[in-house]
């Protein structure tokens, strides 16, 4: 198997690479306590149900199963980056097929960023951006991590100038 290409790769000579990260880790804990729900209820009724090689196998099966999505589920939080340069968003995914979505900063009218009570507790949000009337490959992204720091950059590029932190009097 080929190994998947660098997310850097993508970026052009003339761009400068202003922030790159994965979505926050809250994205597979759902999958992983699962698979780790899933395990038990197999190990249990391993356990309790009658002998034998039918059953043994599904129940083997079975883990093997859950063994393998929840692997993919990772791997696919794993290869999933987002990158941000001086020109440009863009988001790869993909474990087997690779997709390359990405948004001309030039193009963006308008930020928005949420965050539920959730993830002010753990530190991710989504990030909305806005196109000049065009439906973009890249419009929102969910489970940001440091959406602040990421809505400021972004803000910065965009619109050119730093948050001035106010002067006490």
Same mark, same amino acid.
């Given at each position: 198997?080929?190994?998947?290409?660098?997310?850097?790769?993508?970026?052009?000579?003339?761009?400068?690479?202003?922030?790159?990260?994965?979505?926050?880790?809250?994205?597979?804990?759902?999958?992983?306590?699962?698979?780790?729900?899933?395990?038990?209820?197999?190990?249990? $009724? $391993?356990?309790?149900?009658?002998?034998?090689?039918?059953?043994?196998?599904?129940?083997?099966?079975? $883990? +093997? +199963?859950?063994?393998?999505?929840?692997?993919?589920?990772?791997?696919?939080?794993?290869?999933?980056?987002?990158?941000?340069?001086?020109?440009?968003?863009?988001?790869?995914?993909?474990?087997?097929?690779?997709?390359?979505?990405?948004?001309?900063?030039?193009?963006?009218?308008?930020?928005?960023?949420?965050?539920?009570?959730?993830?002010?507790?753990?530190?991710?949000?989504?990030?909305?951006?806005?196109?000049?009337?065009?439906?973009?490959?890249?419009?929102?992204?969910?489970?940001?991590?440091?959406?602040?720091?990421?809505?400021?950059?972004?803000?910065?590029?965009?619109?050119?100038?730093?948050?001035?932190?106010?002067?006490?009097?």
């Amino acid at each position: 198997m080929l190994a998947p290409r660098e997310v850097d790769e993508y970026v052009l000579p003339t761009e400068r690479r202003v922030i790159r990260f994965r979505r926050h880790w809250v994205v597979v804990v759902n999958e992983v306590v699962q698979a780790a729900v899933l395990m038990v209820i197999l190990m249990v $009724a $391993a356990y309790l149900l009658p002998k034998g090689p039918v059953l043994s196998n599904l129940l083997w099966y079975g $883990a +093997l +199963l859950v063994l393998v999505k929840a692997a993919y589920k990772v791997s696919e939080w794993w290869v999933e980056k987002v990158v941000i340069t001086d020109k440009r968003v863009m988001l790869t995914e993909g474990v087997f097929t690779q997709k390359v979505g990405m948004m001309p900063l030039g193009k963006v009218t308008d930020l928005t960023f949420k965050r539920t009570l959730t993830g002010r507790m753990l530190g991710y949000g989504t990030l909305v951006i806005e196109s000049a009337g065009q439906i973009q490959a890249l419009s929102e992204i969910s489970f940001l991590p440091d959406p602040d720091e990421v809505y400021e950059a972004i803000s910065e590029l965009v619109f050119g100038e730093k948050r001035q932190t106010p002067s006490r009097p």
